[in-house]
């Protein structure tokens, strides 16, 4: 949820299913219009060893952390060879790999940006659509294999792409 003393008070609550597709209804309880942005978290259900979660395996996390590094050394190229305005640019284009790489290392898939829009003071707004997790671009079906079906290894939740941002902004050290 987003509160801040302008009273904008933005709080979501989403539903997905396995191949992706998802209703997230955003609700604004405050005085101000605004909008939230949010990405949706998979992660292995109650960190249980016996489910299969794809991204669990020692290999893919070693790959992930491996590929954590390599986007660590773009980012200090970039930061060395461009300014401002150019610096800004180049991170954009590499923003959602540093995403995906961070919570692939952590063992965790993570989906594409969803935004509620501009959702007014008092109002409801529903956003739906399909994402995918990770750099291959997987349903929850198949990075959640399981015979009872994917919520049995999975659950899902969201975080905001605010907090997001402070949390690679500082692994990277963005903003140096």
């Keep these: 949820m987003v ?35 949010e990405h949706m978290i998979l992660s292995r259900k ?9 991204l669990d395996s020692e290999k893919l996390i070693a790959n992930q952390a491996e590929l954590v590094k390599i986007m660590q050394h773009e ?9 401002n305005d150019d610096r800004d640019s ?20 993570i989906s594409e940006e969803i935004c509620s829009g501009l959702v007014k003071a008092g109002d409801i707004r529903e956003v739906a659509g399909t994402v995918s997790f990770g750099m291959a671009s997987w349903p929850p079906i198949k990075l959640c294999v399981s015979n009872d079906g994917w919520t049995d290894v999975c659950s899902f ?11 690679i902004d500082t692994k990277f050290k963005l903003n140096d």
Excluded: R, W
């Design 3 to 37: 509160s801040d003393s302008s009273k904008l008070e933005i709080s979501s609550k989403c539903t997905l299913n396995g191949v992706g597709d998802y209703k997230c209804t955003f609700s604004n309880k405050g005085k101000k219009e605004g909008s939230l942005c």
């Design 46 to 54: 109650n960190n249980d060893p016996t489910k299969s979660f794809i």
């Design 75 to 83: 980012v200090d190229v970039i930061k060395k060879d461009f300014k």
């Design 90 to 109: 180049k991170f954009k284009e590499i923003y959602h790999q540093l995403i995906v790489y961070t919570y692939g290392e952590k063992g965790l898939g």
């Design 157 to 167: 939740s969201t975080v905001s792409a605010g907090e997001m941002k402070k949390e």
